[in-house]
């Protein structure tokens, strides 16, 4: 039986889950060779999927600006027009086989608006995703992991998962801004980031937390300590940083996606709360010492080998709220904890990164 020659796959944010997929555009490029694949991506995810070599078309959606779109408003007629040829460009084609891994109203309109002959997606979709299917959902198991309930579906479209590449790909030269930045000092000392910040507040530790770790990296285990951030972090991130006796380097909003998975894969450690670039970094093989509360790291925590979870077992946690009045899960964790699960992650060393870039399930 002859397979899906023309594919799409809809999985449009956040950054995390967008990583997320990369195993199942792997194995769905091993299995269908032949095929061409699009992927159908939001604008600040973009930079994830932009050159993947499986990968024969990006259709970019800038939805939050489109919605914007007002007949009175200066530039609406632009984003508009925008807007249609977005979806003329989605209409151009039919496809043999559309893939919603998103599972919104906002995924399942794009599913319902393309061609396509078959039009897959997983149990558990909202907002009334499934209605644009031409399928039963695939039943997935919503206490695993995020790779692994997207390699449940590629199981149901007949792909092998027992290998794969989640890797992000980068272009040659990516790491010409960051490399002098980093190069003096790291061939000497471990060079460990630090991600403080996360955009639920229930998701963040404290700051003070942060730099008496920073500083004890530098002087106990004489670590090169860098801090990344969004360019919305970095006077937050420069203030922890004045609190050190000897400044790390801050590079919050100095570097593009493709640039930070380029200085992760660069690191032995990253320190980080639940957020994109804790996927971005495990994806590029870097170990991961992540600081969960309200979540649950078995569903969204760094993925593979070499990586440390710390959190408290306390009744409430995982719940998933973005607002607490107590946030005693986060407050719970120690300084002392945090300090240890890196330092073991260091004394680990340059573990076998397979199980993160190319895993075995």
């Known amino acids: 039986m002859t397979g899906p020659r023309e594919i799409l796959i809809i999985k449009l944010s956040a950054i995390g889950d967008v990583v997320h997929a990369l195993p199942f555009l792997d194995v769905l490029g091993r299995r269908f060779p032949e095929a061409h694949i699009d992927w159908i991506v939001e604008d600040a995810a973009y930079p994830i999927?932009?050159?993947?070599?499986?990968?024969?078309?990006?259709?970019?959606?800038?939805?939050?600006?489109?919605?914007?779109?007002?007949?009175?408003?200066?530039?609406?007629?632009?984003?508009?027009?925008?807007?249609?040829?977005?979806?003329?460009?989605?209409?151009?084609?039919?496809?043999?086989?559309?893939?919603d891994l998103q599972g919104l109203l906002k995924s399942g309109?794009?599913?319902?608006?393309?061609?396509?002959?078959?039009?897959?997606?997983?149990?558990?979709?909202?907002?009334?995703?499934?209605?644009?299917?031409?399928?039963?959902?695939?039943?997935v198991d919503y206490e695993q992991h995020a790779i692994e309930r997207y390699l449940q579906v590629?199981?149901?479209?007949?792909?092998?998962?027992?290998?794969?590449?989640?890797?992000?790909?980068?272009?040659?030269?990516?790491?010409?801004?960051?490399?002098?930045?980093?190069?003096?000092?790291?061939?000497?000392?471990p060079l460990v980031a630090v991600n403080p910040m996360a955009r639920w507040d229930t998701k963040l530790w404290d700051p003070n937390g942060f730099v008496e770790v920073a500083r004890r990296l530098q002087e106990e285990m004489q670590c090169r300590v860098v801090f990344t951030g969004s360019g919305l972090d970095r006077r937050m991130l420069e203030d922890l940083n004045s609190r050190l006796k000897r400044p790390a380097l801050n590079l919050a909003g100095r570097t593009t996606l493709k640039e930070l998975a380029y200085l992760y894969s660069r690191c032995a450690v990253l320190l980080t709360t639940d957020t994109g670039p804790m996927h971005i970094a495990a994806a590029m093989g870097c170990p991961v010492v992540a600081l969960f509360g309200p979540t649950a790291p078995w569903r969204t925590g760094p993925y593979g080998a070499g990586h440390r979870v710390v959190r408290v077992d306390i009744e409430c946690?995982?719940?998933?709220?973005?607002?607490c009045e107590h946030l005693t899960c986060m407050r719970s964790i120690t300084v002392d904890a945090v300090v240890e699960a890196v330092e073991s992650v260091l004394e680990a060393g340059a573990t076998d990164s397979t199980n993160r870039l190319e895993g075995e399930i």
């Open 49 to 99: 999927v932009e050159g993947h070599p499986r990968l024969r078309r990006i259709l970019v959606s800038h939805r939050k600006h489109w919605l914007t779109a007002r007949p009175w408003r200066r530039g609406s007629a632009g984003l508009a027009a925008e807007a249609v040829r977005f979806v003329r460009e989605l209409r151009a084609r039919t496809y043999d086989l559309v893939v």
């Open 109 to 139: 309109i794009l599913a319902g608006i393309c061609r396509g002959r078959r039009k897959v997606g997983m149990s558990g979709s909202r907002e009334g995703a499934r209605a644009f299917l031409t399928e039963r959902p695939v039943p």
């Open 154 to 189: 590629a199981e149901y479209l007949g792909c092998r998962v027992a290998q794969w590449s989640g890797r992000i790909p980068l272009p040659d030269g990516v790491g010409a801004a960051v490399e002098p930045l980093i190069e003096a000092e790291s061939r000497e000392r």
């Open 317 to 323: 946690a995982p719940c998933f709220k973005k607002a």
